[in-house]
């Protein structure tokens, strides 16, 4: 049932330019929007005064732009200075591990799809023989720029096993968070 919903509506967009070009210019106006019509103050006074749903809200961002190339280090700084570190890390980490087990899904089906298991040897520079099941390799692929994203898609097109990638990508979305959120509290005391 998903994996049909997902072939007729990636095929949809693939195929249709107007459409891509359209969710494109909406998807650029609704940043547009957020930056300009940002209030600063008025979000403190909505995080002191509703904490539980500005936790819920700081979730559904990060796991929005976890499934985009859009970076959440700002939104992860901005939780740990009016939150506190360890809610920001908690957040931050349950959104980017709802978002990679959609991607590692998308993966899978894509990987189903296109029967990459038979096509995964013509990969150049032999990356179809890459050990992805090396939990170093799982580790260090989440710090490349477009790791967080990218890989957990290649993960799934890899078929590597489901409790593996999720601890490894725990663990490394929270040394990461951890670094930034304690990291930006810190910046901001000094401020």
């Known amino acids: 049932m998903i994996k049909d919903f ?3 509506n990636l095929k949809r967009i693939k195929n249709n330019k107007p459409l891509q070009i359209v969710l494109l210019i909406l998807f650029i106006t609704a940043i547009i929007l957020m930056m300009v019509f940002f209030d600063m103050e008025a979000a403190q006074a909505f995080i002191r005064a509703y904490r539980g749903q500005a936790v819920a809200i700081g979730i559904g961002l990060i796991f929005i732009s976890g499934l985009t190339f859009l970076p959440t280090t700002p939104l992860t700084l901005f939780l740990a200075v009016f939150l506190s570190p360890v809610e920001a890390i908690l957040i931050t980490v349950t959104g980017h591990t709802l978002a990679s087990f ?3 899904k998308i993966g899978a089906t894509m990987g189903d799809l296109i029967d990459f298991e038979s096509k995964k040897e013509k990969l150049p520079f032999g990356l179809g023989a890459l050990p992805m099941t090396s939990p170093y390799l799982l580790m260090a692929a989440r710090l490349l720029p477009a790791g967080y994203i990218g890989f957990s898609i290649v993960c799934g097109a890899y078929q590597v096993p489901f409790g593996k990638f999720l601890w490894t990508s725990a663990l490394m979305y929270t040394v990461n ?9 810190g910046l901001a005391r000094l401020f």
Do not use: H
């Open 6 to 8: 997902l072939r007729n």
């Open 102 to 104: 959609i991607e590692y």
């Open 177 to 185: 968070a951890t670094v930034v959120s304690f990291s930006g509290a």
